[in-house]
């Protein structure tokens, strides 16, 4: 569960759980709209104000409103002036909503667009560190807490604690005795809240790294569907599931424990502060140092004050999960980004790749995945990679395209260090088809021909190298066809044709093969291999194969044993040494003929 975690770092220097470093990185997104800000921020306080304005009016309606001697001022303006406040507020309070909904949706768009180019413009090391789960519940999920603690949580901060200081300056206006009693509460509220608001923060940490396991259970069964099928395995989903959810449901309890105690314990101090008002206005009264109309307004805007008082401390809560939520949007904004690399440009590569000296490391155990690995590829030339599984081929080719950087040694192509070029010109060099077929839901056109426009003519080119134009003139909409979420709609051996007619269409100097035939038909993998040697003549070529008989024809074979190339040669050649190649080979062979 530990690489869930990793999203949250530290800002500037400061721990992420510190919610002024929170708003202060949050601060360049609301810049561009502060003065939007700042108008909302005034027709809330409009709002607020005439909190106070309703007990207000209540004085002068109960000492000179009633009776004989009732006066204009009571009887007629007090009507209009209600009026008046309630046209203010709802005014005041549109304005506020729709101001709010502006500036909150801007920086959604803006922390969503960051989020997803800081993605996509990371290193291969994110990918393999972050699971699917954890950075969908980061851009899509974890942002709209950061909305919400945009809107309601920072209306009842800013709304609630205005209305509360304009009816506390009412108060002490009032009567600066008894309001001095309600003064003194808020303190012990403030410390109260203080205690609470720790504990709210370190639940809502776990329950969100809870959120992102229970979430990565759901990925897990949803890709694996086949296999949790085949051995039965609903009910060990299911309980994981269950097990899972049990926690988290535990967690939110104790949260809503926690944040709901807030609320009565304020309610017991604000009753004992009551009491005592009470109390000494009773005795003020008797001295006639207050009128019943002074006494009325001051409960009713003391009453006031609790309202918003409550809902300054039940912001706890979603506070703290926004706080908790940032902690995990910045920390993806703050991912380190792919090295770029130098500026040289690279046009057109000849296509010479060397290693020298090459050592790599995914830093687990120090052990060395790639251990001084050095040789040459010709332009034109086809290198295949023969070797054991964990032997570092894939690793090896994986360094070419600078997915990883190696941990030693040089890689050059043309005779130049592969950091010294652009990052996107070096990879515009470069050709890929992984045995992990990846397909994107869109059209087959655009599959074909994805980072660009379609050149429908090139597409059919493309198609016809791989062996799959005649499927593609079969469907529907032929080349327009959908192919559906990473190409469920198409077979497995269609799905790795048009990832090889992908890598045709890009007709790049440099091509590496993963297991790029390995889910075809004897048939297809015939035409395909056809169109490939079509293809790689003039261009340099890594191929990675576990079936031998797909590499016979490479002009040197270079066998990986245990991160080091164990031999190299010709597939005539190595089958004379008789040594690994020609081991691996064997067992092959017999596996074909049993």
Request: net charge neutral; hydrophobic share 45%; aromatic share 8%.
């Amino acid at each position: 569960m530990e690489n869930r975690a990793t999203l949250r770092k530290t800002i500037g220097g400061e721990d992420t759980s510190s919610t002024p470093a929170v708003m202060r990185r949050l601060w360049p997104y609301l810049k561009p709209v502060v003065w939007v800000l700042v108008l909302a921020v005034v027709s809330m306080a409009l709002s607020a104000a005439t909190d106070a304005g309703i007990p207000a009016l209540l004085k002068p309606l109960l000492d000179h409103g009633f009776g004989h001697n009732a006066s204009k001022l009571a009887t007629r303006y007090v009507p209009i002036a209600v009026i008046g406040l309630a046209l203010v507020r709802g005014v005041s309070q549109y304005a506020s909503q729709y101001l709010l909904a502006y500036v909150s949706n801007r920086i959604l768009l803006q922390l969503r667009l960051d989020m997803f180019r800081r993605m996509i413009h990371t290193s291969a090391t994110f990918f393999q560190r972050e699971t699917a789960s954890t950075v969908i519940n980061a851009i899509v999920f974890e942002v709209n807490q950061i909305l919400g603690v945009l809107t309601s949580v920072v209306v009842t901060l800013v709304r609630d604690s205005l209305s509360v200081f304009f009816t506390l300056a009412y108060l002490f206006y009032l009567n600066w005795r008894l309001t001095l009693i309600v003064a003194v509460i808020l303190p012990g509220i403030g410390w109260l809240v203080s205690k609470i608001n720790r504990r709210l923060r370190r639940l809502g940490r776990e329950q969100q790294n809870l959120t992102n396991d229970l979430s990565y259970i759901v990925e897990e069964t949803v890709a694996g569907y086949k296999v949790v099928k085949i051995h039965n395995g609903e009910a060990y989903e299911m309980n994981r599931f269950e097990a899972m959810s049990q926690r988290l449901r535990g967690y939110a309890m104790r949260m809503t424990v926690a944040g709901g105690l807030a609320q009565p314990l304020t309610q017991i101090l604000a009753s004992f502060a009551l009491a005592i008002v009470i109390t000494i206005a009773v005795v003020q009264s008797a001295n006639n140092q207050t009128t019943v109309g002074g006494f009325v307004s001051f409960v009713t805007a003391m009453l006031l004050v609790i309202s918003p008082l409550k809902h300054l401390i039940d912001v706890n809560q979603p506070l703290q999960r926004g706080v908790t939520a940032a902690e995990f949007i910045i920390g993806l904004i703050d991912e380190p980004l792919e090295p770029a690399g130098g500026t040289r440009a690279l046009e057109h590569a000849r296509g010479e790749i060397e290693f020298k000296d090459v050592t790599f490391s995914y830093g687990v155990d120090d052990r060395m995945t790639l251990d001084h690995v050095s040789f040459v590829a010709k332009p034109g030339e086809m290198i295949a990679l023969a070797g054991p599984s964990g032997s570092g081929k894939t690793t090896l080719v994986n360094l070419l395209p600078r997915f990883f950087a190696p941990t030693g040694g040089q890689i050059l192509v043309d005779g130049v260090p592969i950091h010294e070029y652009d990052l996107h010109a070096l990879r515009s060099q470069i050709a890929m088809v992984s045995q992990d077929v990846v397909l994107f839901n869109d059209t087959i056109a655009a599959n074909v021909a994805y980072g660009g426009e379609a050149d429908r003519a090139r597409v059919q080119a493309a198609l016809e190298a791989a062996n799959l134009w005649d499927t593609v003139q079969a469907m529907p909409d032929g080349m327009d066809t959908y192919v559906g979420g990473n190409g469920m709609r198409l077979s497995g051996g269609q799905r790795q044709r048009l990832a090889i007619a992908r890598a045709i269409y890009k007709d790049a100097p440099i091509l590496i093969l993963d297991e790029a035939t390995s889910a075809l038909d004897s048939e297809s993998e015939r035409h395909v291999q056809a169109a490939l040697e079509t293809l790689m003549k003039g261009r340099t070529t890594l191929v990675i194969a576990h079936r031998l008989s797909t590499i016979e024809r490479a002009d040197r074979i270079l066998v990986m044993e245990a991160g080091r190339i164990a031999e190299q040669g010709s597939h005539e050649a190595l089958l004379r040494q008789n040594g690994l190649y020609a081991h691996l080979h064997r067992i092959q062979y017999q596996q074909q003929a049993a």
